[in-house]
């Protein structure tokens, strides 16, 4: 089991059709837009540009 997750890796996972940085912008899009997921994630102790994800912050951002 992975401890940390990059921010990248995740974009690229969900976005793998666009190109590195496209996946980044798309991927922080989401989190703004979906209903509840900035929240969420902010009690995990997420932050804008945080480059590291703890499992819990990738598990919240799959479950949206």
Do not use: W
Not at 43 to 53: N, Q, S, T, W
Request: with cysteine.
């Amino acid at each position: 089991m992975r401890v940390r997750g990059s921010f990248g890796a995740l974009a690229m996972r969900y976005y793998p059709d666009l190109s590195y940085k496209s996946a980044l912008r798309q991927l922080r899009n989401e989190i703004r837009i979906t209903r509840g997921l900035l929240p969420a994630l902010q009690e995990c102790g997420y932050h804008e540009h945080k480059r590291l994800l703890s499992p819990r912050q990738v598990k919240v951002i799959e479950e949206y």
